[in-house]
């Protein structure tokens, strides 16, 4: 099974400040996506990354894929409340027809 | 207009009851999802439908039986419910598989109690 790493599994800081989240694997994926959860929703996609060494940028959001395209990152710059929510990247599972996810990163950024 | 939507959004029940969760597309996808997320929020996918084709069945036990009785709809049956049941079940969809990139739709989620 192609397992996802993520870390760190809850992160609590405040309005303003910068961090990092990070997805690790030993297995090789073609592309690896970010989603991100809201209470009561269902996941939504934010980027998916195909190209090793890739980097995609969406607003204050910053997506890395590894050059050997086994590990990813998001960086979110000057965190507002509005980003807090349970964010989860995924790549092709075994079957190669679903994705597997990692176990998330739980992030809540106060006032 | 939603795009994936589940029936019910929340289910409480007894212990070896039968219920059923549905799920609907209007994105016009050729493949729909049932995934469980548990008390961790750790999402695992449970079975993937193509065309109305069984593609994938984890190692999920034969009390749940997915129907897809069209490409938009894709419903799932859980037999002799028990305690460790309690999720809270996605039905998604795609175009394409998502392994190969596609972007996955995920419904609101049916959180399922079993008391």
């Known amino acids: 099974t192609q397992l996802l790493e993520q870390s760190p599994q809850f992160l609590s800081i405040q309005e303003g400040e910068n961090l990092t989240v990070y997805c690790n694997s030993s297995?090789?994926?073609?592309?690896l996506q970010w989603y991100r959860q809201e209470p009561g929703e269902g996941p939504v996609l934010l980027v998916t990354?195909?190209?090793?060494?890739e980097v995609k940028k969406l607003k204050r959001l910053t997506f890395q894929f590894g050059d050997a395209r086994k590990d990813s990152s998001l960086h979110i710059t000057a965190a507002q409340p509005g980003d807090t929510g349970l964010y989860l990247c995924?790549?092709?599972?075994?079957?190669?027809?679903?994705?597997?996810f990692g176990k998330g990163t739980s992030l809540l950024v106060t006032p | 207009d939603t795009a994936v939507s589940q029936t019910p959004k929340y289910l409480v029940t007894q212990m070896g009851n039968d219920k059923s969760i549905k799920c609907e597309q209007n994105?016009?996808?050729?493949?729909m999802y049932w995934y469980k997320q548990d008390s961790k929020k750790f999402l695992k996918i449970m079975f993937s439908y193509n065309n109305k084709e069984l593609i994938i069945n984890e190692t999920v036990p034969n009390r749940f039986s997915p129907k897809s009785p069209d490409k938009a709809h894709l419903n799932l049956h859980i037999n002799s419910l028990e305690l460790g049941d309690s999720a809270v079940y996605f039905c998604?969809?795609?175009?394409?598989?998502?392994?190969?990139?596609?972007?996955?739709?995920f419904g609101q989620g049916t959180r399922l109690t079993v008391v």
């Open positions: 995924a790549g092709g599972g075994d079957s190669g027809y679903a994705l597997n």
């Open positions: 994105l016009g996808h050729d493949t």
């Open positions: 990354v195909v190209t090793g060494g």
């Open positions: 998604a969809s795609s175009q394409g598989f998502t392994a190969l990139g596609g972007e996955a739709f």
């Open positions: 297995s090789v994926f073609s592309s």
